[in-house]
């Protein structure tokens, strides 16, 4: 079996969150993925999984007290943070990550996260209005630019009974984002470098109106963190999203229109791979308004459009530094295959995946239905369905095709 984090040591904190029967679950992973595993549990963490639960799994005894002898002797909180090659933080509830921001130390989780200089991984899960308050958003804002590292959250039904953005992400997204910030040479992508584009474009209309779209970008940076998970350098290049930057992804460009993402795209490389995820919009509006256009008389305003780059398209043609394989998407609503395969053909990439868009289908879902289109060794298409599956699962699955293709 291939065991990618074998040596690696991860101290996984357990904090109180219904989530954290979940960490059970990532435990398993992480140890059939070749790491050592020791558990922090708090006491809010407790009420949902024993210590002995933690125990058995991770085959190492589960620290609880900062203030028991007997623990502290055989493992204090500092030498807890100076074992681990990376902390985990899964679930990491508001209150925790409000301790992290504001460098609380009033309990083992805390103090050790306080204590550490090792690179820290937070799963967030908490109700989405927890998570959408300014003082959560203020605190991830604080953790974020003292550069810790972050996967999900989703979003989706909770456990509240609310629908909405605070789900932590599932094991094995984070089993797959530890991977990228520990074992990226382990991968088979290791040596390769991808760009990915992702999430919609602002099209300015004039300083306050733009033309965009609803790309979530989640599908995108699912596919950065992928690549990066198997080891590739990966450039993500991306329009307006709510979502961060995926672990494991070196270099992410943040852009808003077509013209400034194709010269991101352009400007760094040359890449191996390419995926065009991003929903670019197809045109602008001719001229921008250099002030806010005003509502006067009876007449609405009309615009002329101009047709924007096609980044898909000019890197599929980009000689000598083409890369060696473009991958692109065609969203359609209708006729999807016929579209697609059309597409296909005018673009000149060397795959397609195909997915059908509109309401409750691909943009801003976390699951995803495609069919990849390629050509066959006699030049005839192949279209290949691959089942409805989350995103990241579509994006792990890709990312092994691509490393197949490549080898
Ligand atoms: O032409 P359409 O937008 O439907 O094509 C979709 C594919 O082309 C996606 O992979 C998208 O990222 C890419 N694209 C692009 N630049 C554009 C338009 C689309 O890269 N201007």
């Given at each position: 079996m291939k065991t990618p984090l074998s040596n690696k040591t991860i101290l996984l904190i357990v904090t109180g969150g219904i989530a954290a029967y979940k960490s059970l679950d990532l435990v398993r992973k992480l140890k059939d993925a070749g790491a050592s595993v020791s558990c922090v549990l708090t006491q809010g963490g407790a009420q949902f999984v024993t210590p002995l639960a933690l125990a058995t799994l991770s085959g190492e005894p589960v620290s609880t007290d900062l203030f028991s002898p007997e623990q502290e002797q055989r493992l204090g909180h500092i030498r807890l943070s100076r074992q681990a090659d990376l902390i985990v933080v899964a679930p990491a509830t508001a209150n925790t990550l409000a301790k992290m921001a504001h460098g609380l130390a009033d309990n083992l989780a805390s103090a050790v996260l306080l204590a550490s200089n090792k690179p820290i991984l937070i799963a967030p899960a908490m109700n989405s209005q927890m998570w959408a308050s300014p003082a959560t958003q203020a605190n991830i804002a604080t953790l974020q630019t003292r550069g810790i590292h972050q996967v999900g959250p989703a979003s989706g039904m909770l456990a509240c009974g609310e629908i909405g953005e605070g789900r932590m992400a599932e094991p094995d997204e984070i089993l797959q984002a530890i991977t990228a910030l520990l074992?990226?040479?382990?991968?088979?992508?290791?040596g390769r470098k991808a760009l990915v584009t992702s999430g919609p474009t602002y099209e300015p209309i004039d300083p306050v109106r733009f033309i965009g779209n609803r790309s979530s970008g989640k599908q995108g940076h699912a596919i950065a963190a992928a690549l990066a998970a198997l080891g590739a350098e990966v450039t993500l290049v991306t329009g307006p999203t709510a979502l961060p930057a995926p672990a494991g992804v070196p270099q992410t460009i943040a852009i808003q229109t077509a013209r400034e993402m194709l010269d991101a795209c352009l400007c760094h490389g040359p890449y191996d791979i390419a995926v065009c995820a991003a929903a670019v919009a197809d045109w602008r509006p001719a001229t921008e308004s250099e002030c806010k256009i005003k509502k006067e008389g009876e007449a609405a305003p009309t615009f002329s459009l101009t047709e924007n780059p096609d980044i898909l398209a000019t890197l599929s043609q980009a000689v000598p530094n083409r890369p060696r394989l473009v991958i692109g998407f065609a969203a359609e609503t209708d006729n999807v295959l016929d579209h697609a395969k059309a597409k296909f053909a005018r673009k000149g990439c060397d795959w397609i995946l195909a997915n059908k868009v509109g309401a409750g289908q691909g943009f801003g879902q976390d699951s995803n239905e495609v069919t990849l289109i390629r050509r066959n060794a006699d030049g005839s298409l192949a279209a290949t369905p691959w089942p409805a599956a989350s995103k990241q699962a579509l994006a792990q699955k890709l990312a092994k095709a691509v490393a197949e293709a490549l080898e």
């Open positions: 074992a990226p040479a382990a991968g088979p992508l290791a």
